[in-house]
């Protein structure tokens, strides 16, 4: 059984940068031909894709947050990370790290989830 836990700041300053890493047990973020994502929803809002990392290192955002997302992994760990700079209080959201059984599956496919990071952005 594949676990993802997600872990990270709670509340981050304006202007800083967020960084939230994804534990990833029971299967290797290796492993032929998974897509290691993040999503996000902000209060009253839909989830949102921000990005993902594959099995073999290729990363893709979305194109609104490219400027500012990098999401990398490091593979002793079994870990994938998000980092996303110069947050403003619309980053505000529940952060999802999930994992994509193909590049073109829909969010409602994704077959694993960790249970969601609260990220609020204030000062």
């Known amino acids: 059984q594949v676990q993802l836990q997600e872990s990270g700041p709670g509340l981050v300053k304006p202007s800083q940068t967020l960084s939230l890493t994804c534990t990833v047990s029971g299967g290797s973020i290796t492993t032929a031909s998974y897509y290691w994502t993040w999503v996000r929803q902000p209060p009253g809002k839909a989830v949102e894709w921000i990005g993902h990392?594959?099995?073999?290192?290729?990363?893709r955002y979305t194109p609104s947050l490219k400027r500012h997302t990098s999401i990398s992994r490091d593979t002793s760990k079994n870990q994938f990370t998000l980092q996303l700079s110069s947050v403003t209080p619309e980053d505000t959201a529940v952060y999802y790290c999930?994992?994509?059984?193909?590049?073109?599956?829909?969010?409602?496919?994704?077959?694993?989830w960790g249970q969601g990071t609260q990220v609020t952005v204030s000062s």
């Open positions: 990392i594959s099995y073999s290192g290729d990363t």
């Open positions: 999930t994992r994509a059984p193909s590049r073109v599956a829909t969010i409602n496919e994704y077959d694993y």
